[in-house]
């Protein structure tokens, strides 16, 4: 038995406390009475006890008489400051943004089951980050789970942490090859490990999956487990594939373990690896037949699956609520290479030289000793590396001149034969140089040097003669660089045209010789348009030296991104970038949209994002690549509004270029010809039967959107839910209508700002040096260097604006600033000062006839529920408004509402003398005692209100029935007591 209640008030160490919930019975967790979160301290007892001793909220003091706009004003700086809510959602004050009703969804899910197994397959840009985030902070403050591990790519987990930080108030710390060792050295002690003293941590899956590091991952991982981009932890590709999906298979054998699995792509186009994610959640899933599923297998895959368009969200709670997506226009944009043109020249050369190369005998002294699975390997290997060099080529002159070079020299590292024992090896080894999966931990980001790697064979080395013709091929990609360059040059106007309508552009290469080549250019070429700033960000950075490359590109007004793959697939690119030009055509329709999507999801500024697919137009390996896979997926997502996986591998689409590219003819000497393109775009009965399986895919994904949209879970009941939360903690109106007044109050009036670019909302400016140094210094960081901060009041917010919400740092500190000073004794307020929130008023008004007391109330219950009977309730507070007609020996007792809108809308209608005011404030502050028990019966009438909304959240929609009791944690504090006086009869 605790021995000071949670809830309880105390005094200690020369102040009043609020008591909350702790986990050691010998430490006291005391948070200021005026709610400041940032205050929380805790009390050693066996050292302490003797100076903590119960208190009481002491009314208002009548020297310190204000107004009621000053009421008003406290009203919503109590409410901003709560942050252990009343309400059914236990997080949503301690969140830094608004959630969009569509994403509470997974959250009902989940509240619904025990433990949390869910599926969230939300469409890219929906927020499956912030659905995931939503439930594991609810979870937290219910007190269900302790800790919490994110698994993702190594190169998500800075992104992670950013947004567990600064949107859920969480303190992840990331595990990774780079930080471990220094984790380790900041142990307590020898016995304890990284996972058991950090709660919340974001590992690298790379990093945990290695068996050494699994197995003390697994002794000791934590009760939540959330999984980033779990599509590639269920392949059935190489052994680093296999890792990891033992990795999370292990970690989901526990049935307690509450688990949440996110990717935007759950069939990645393979419906094995679709049978194994969702065996994940529960082993016996894995056996349905997914196109033949009986009614109760899909009711109960629907409890735990979540998959949703753009469409089935922009307007889920009508035409009143609209997300904010961008509207995406796709165009094709060609260049050309006229027969006569040096670059043209230079490929047909290049493609006789690979011809001849995967035409030769491969006969040799290894060649005896090699198995037939390794001579197939190697005729295979021959095939694509052919196929990289050529992508290297129609990249970039300085793709070329390095691929080439490399190659001449003869440096790359062979291919070692004895590892070629199978098939799998083999797709493998090869597939990254030449297509681009994106089943993979994270986007290959390719130099040419590893093209050379793939030429560099066993047993064979280039002739003096091969070399000499290798370099003068190097020579003549160097000297094609500028001007002699169609590709670039198409691009510059492109560009050009992109910067004049107001974008900023990112453009995807393949490889870093590209990109690096392709940044100076255009860096040249704007060098005469100061605002303009190109840069170059690739796989040659480490992840934090890429967050602050581009960090730094943002500060720029106008800016050109030129990026490899290495950010095409998890960053969130929307608030700095409005188009995507494809200048290297990715020959997998999956990275095409993960490029894409970078730009194109919620929170992007711009209405539109252009996206642009630059090709050859008398290239045929862009043709077929456009033809068989790009241009469908491009149709698909703009007719259905998704984008549907490659069912099959994209490397048997290579398969089909290599046997158009290279299979044995007697006519043909170029790849330019239009006879070699109708060859290779014939390939008709191989890419017929790619068209079928991915139609029928097509459907399979209409199809399992239309049933795992969860539209069961209706829309009127989630607005319920939100309205029950902005009741209780303040919607964007409250926190508008408290900054405006605030400010005002504090004579740093806010002012319009026009110009701003990217604004769609008004954007005012806050004269920081006016305000109080408390409200100043929090956010001193963030003006600019007139020392104002500009600030919106509606998301998303322009470049060098803050988007102002609850828990933004300038909106706690002015909450936090007037309620402890409207606390203070009077005492200790300067003399003739009033508080610019005001715990009491009277004023004579039109708007009464009878004289009419407002009370606000802070109540305080606690919350007991399911499995929490051996530990401490959980702490819940709520502001009311009420009033009564009359005496407080007699009162009528207003309805809620009526007395709210008094206090808000209230108007003197004549001049009150202090004496005056003083005697009837005073009057009814003595008679308040008689007041008790109508108080105390409010205080149970919330705390029954309460149980109700946790208990609707439950039992919706089949929910699991958990106990829950809600009772009261003592009297409700009377933070103000205002007085209306009727006008006098004449």
């Known amino acids: 038995m605790p021995r000071f209640a949670v809830g309880s008030l105390v005094r200690c160490r020369e102040r009043e406390w609020v008591v909350l919930p702790s986990q050691d019975d010998d430490l006291l967790l005391l948070r200021p009475l005026g709610g400041r979160a940032s205050g929380v301290c805790g009390v050693f007892l066996p050292l302490e006890e003797h100076d903590v001793r119960p208190a009481s909220f002491a009314p208002p003091d009548p020297a310190a008489m204000g107004d009621f706009e000053g009421g008003a004003l406290l009203r919503d700086a109590a409410r901003l400051s709560l942050r252990s809510g009343a309400g059914p959602f236990r997080c949503m004050g301690r969140l830094g943004f608004r959630p969009r009703p569509y994403q509470i969804v997974p959250l009902l899910m989940a509240l619904r089951l025990d433990p949390v197994r869910l599926l969230i397959a939300d469409d890219v840009g929906i927020g499956k980050t912030i659905e995931a985030a939503l439930i594991a902070r609810e979870l937290f403050d219910r007190g269900e789970i302790a800790r919490m591990a994110v698994i993702c790519p190594p190169h998500l987990c800075d992104q992670w942490q950013r947004e567990l930080q600064h949107k859920f108030a969480l303190e992840a710390t990331v595990v990774r090859a780079s930080t471990a060792a220094a984790l380790e050295r900041r142990l307590p002690r020898g016995d304890v490990s990284i996972w058991e003293h950090f709660p919340f941590t974001i590992v690298s899956i790379d990093y945990v999956k290695n068996e050494r590091r699994r197995d ?571 020392r104002n901060l500009l600030v919106t009041f509606t998301e998303p917010a322009p470049a060098g604006v803050e988007a102002l919400e609850r828990n933004h740092p300038l909106v706690v500190a002015l909450a936090d600033y007037l309620l402890e000073t409207a606390l203070l004794p009077a005492g200790m307020m300067p003399a003739d000062a009033m508080p610019p929130a005001a715990r009491s008023g009277v004023i004579r008004t039109r708007a009464v006839t009878k004289r009419t007391c407002l009370l606000l109330l802070r109540v305080r219950m606690l919350i007991e529920q399911g499995h929490q009977r051996d530990v401490q309730p959980l702490l819940a507070e709520e502001l009311i408004v009420t009033g009564f007609r009359g005496s407080p020996a007699s009162p009528t007792w207003l309805d809620q509402a009526e007395a709210l809108a008094l206090l808000e809308t209230a108007q003197p209608a004549e001049n009150l003398p202090r004496d005056a005011r003083l005697i009837a404030l005073r009057a009814v502050l003595d008679a308040l005692p008689a007041l008790d028990a109508a108080l105390d019966q409010i205080s149970r009438e919330r705390a029954l209100r309460l149980r109700e909304a946790h208990m609707r959240v439950w039992s919706q929609v089949g929910g699991t029935q958990r106990r829950c009791a809600c009772t009261p944690a003592g009297p409700p504090d009377i933070l103000g007591v205002y007085v209306l006086l009727p006008v006098l009869a004449t």
């Open 216 to 786: 003390s991952f697994l002794r000791a991982a934590p009760e939540l487990i959330i999984v980033d981009e779990a599509h590639a932890a269920v392949g059935m590709g190489d052994g680093a594939q296999q890792q990891r999906y033992a990795l999370v298979r292990d970690l989901a054998a526990r049935s307690d373990r509450h688990l949440i699995l996110l990717t935007a792509t759950p069939h990645s186009g393979v419906e094995h690896a679709f049978a194994r994610l969702i065996g994940l959640i529960d082993p016996e899933f894995a056996a349905f037949d997914l196109d033949h599923m009986r009614d109760a297998e899909r009711d109960r895959l629907a409890r735990h699956f979540v998959q949703r368009r753009r469409a089935d969200v922009q307007r889920w709670l009508g035409s009143n609520d609209v997300t904010p997506f961008p509207q995406r226009e796709s165009t094709e944009v060609t260049y050309a290479l006229p027969r006569a043109s040096a670059y043209r020249a230079l490929f047909d050369d290049v493609f006789a030289f690979t011809r001849e190369q995967v035409r030769a005998d491969h006969a040799s002294p290894a060649a005896g000793r090699a198995s037939e699975a390794q001579l197939r390997w190697r005729r295979r290997a021959r095939y694509w590396a052919a196929l990289a060099l050529l992508r290297c080529v129609m990249s970039s002159p300085a793709a070329a001149e390095r691929a080439l070079r490399l190659r001449a020299a003869d440096v790359a590292a062979p291919l070692r034969l004895t590892d070629a024992d199978d098939e799998r090896f083999d797709a493998d080894l090869i597939r990254p140089f030449v297509i681009d999966p994106t089943d993979q931990e994270q986007a290959h980001d390719l130099e040419p040097a590893q093209t050379a790697d793939l030429l560099a064979e066993t047993d064979s080395s280039p002739s003096r003669s091969e070399r000499a013709r290798l370099e003068r091929f190097a020579a003549r990609a160097a000297a094609l660089r500028g001007a002699e360059d169609p590709k670039l040059q198409r691009l510059i106007p492109l560009i050009q045209t992109l910067i004049d309508d107001g974008f900023n552009p990112i453009i995807y290469c393949r490889y870093i010789a590209t990109a690096d080549y392709v940044a100076a250019e255009l860096a040249r070429q704007f060098e005469r348009i100061p605002a303009v700033r190109v840069m170059s960000v690739t796989g040659e950075r480490s992840e934090e030296e890429r967050d602050m490359m581009i960090a730094e590109l943002e500060r720029s007004p106008r800016r050109i991104l030129v990026a490899t793959d290495c950010l095409s697939e998890g960053i969130n690119l929307q608030h700095s970038f409005d188009a995507v030009v494809h200048y290297d055509l990715p020959w997998n329709p999956n990275r095409l949209e993960q490029r894409e999507g970078r730009v194109d999801r919620y929170g992007q500024r711009s209405a539109v994002v252009r996206t642009v697919l630059l090709y050859g137009q008398d290239n045929p390996m862009d043709e077929a690549v456009m033809k068989v896979l790009l241009r469908k997926a491009v149709r698909i997502h703009k007719t259905l509004g998704i984008s549907v996986p490659l069912p099959v591998d994209s490397g048997t689409v290579v398969e089909a270029l290599i046997a158009a590219l290279f299979q044995p003819t007697v006519d043909q000497l170029t790849l330019f010809d239009s006879d070699r393109q109708a060859a290779l775009l014939d390939e008709a009965q191989e890419l017929q039967r790619i068209e079928l399986a991915w139609d029928r895919a097509t459907r399979r994904e209409q199809e399992s959107r239309t049933r795992f949209a969860q539209r069961r879970i209706k829309p009127e009941e989630v607005a319920r839910e939100l309205e029950e939360s902005d009741a209780a903690l303040g919607d964007p109106t409250a926190v508008e209508r408290f900054v405006t007044a605030a400010c005002a109050r504090l004579n740093a009036a806010l002012t319009p700002v026009s110009g701003i670019r990217g604004a769609t909302a008004p954007v005012f400016a806050v004269p920081l040096a006016r305000l109080p140094a408390p409200v100043r210094e929090p956010v001193a960081h963030l003006a600019g260097a007139d």
